[in-house]
């Protein structure tokens, strides 16, 4: 009998992964990247977004605040975390092993990097 069931593609699985992580990030500050693009290697999956920063962070850049930028957007990425995990789990149907995040000012980019835990496990 013909297996019927529709398994998602590694590129709409990293489609659904970019758009669940710019969705998310605009709930929690109000501004979601403009761009995000997810790879997924093995056991590896990279969110790198651009233009992340508020316009607000962005001022406060501009007054060399740039540290304290970085400072809040990990505070924003650390209560994201179990969402963020929650959705590459639900996506790639694997746990996630460990979870990094981080952020740079010139150019605006943000990464949100997820080891997924063997196949087996």
């Given at each position: 009998?013909?297996?019927?069931?529709?398994?998602?593609?590694?590129?709409?699985?990293?489609?659904?992964?970019?758009?669940?992580?710019?969705?998310?990030?605009?709930?929690?500050?109000?501004?979601?990247?403009?761009?995000?693009?997810?790879?997924?290697?093995?056991?590896?999956?990279?969110?790198?977004?651009?233009?992340?920063?508020?316009?607000?962070?962005?001022?406060?850049?501009?007054?060399?605040?740039?540290?304290?930028?970085?400072?809040?957007?990990?505070?924003?990425?650390?209560?994201m975390r179990e969402?963020?995990?929650?959705?590459?789990?639900?996506?790639?149907?694997?746990?996630?092993?460990?979870?990094?995040?981080?952020?740079?000012?010139?150019?605006?980019?943000?990464?949100?990097?997820?080891?997924?835990?063997?196949?087996?496990?």
């Open positions: 009998m013909p297996d019927t069931q529709v398994r998602p593609t590694l590129g709409t699985t990293a489609a659904a992964i970019s758009n669940s992580v710019v969705r998310l990030t605009h709930t929690y500050t109000g501004r979601g990247p403009t761009k995000a693009r997810t790879t997924i290697t093995d056991d590896l999956v990279v969110v790198v977004m651009a233009d992340t920063m508020l316009q607000g962070e962005r001022k406060l850049v501009e007054h060399g605040e740039g540290e304290s930028v970085l400072a809040i957007r990990g505070k924003f990425q650390a209560a969402e963020l995990v929650d959705v590459v789990e639900e996506h790639t149907g694997r746990k996630v092993a460990a979870f990094m995040s981080g952020n740079h000012i010139d150019p605006d980019m943000g990464v949100e990097v997820f080891i997924l835990a063997p196949a087996d496990e």
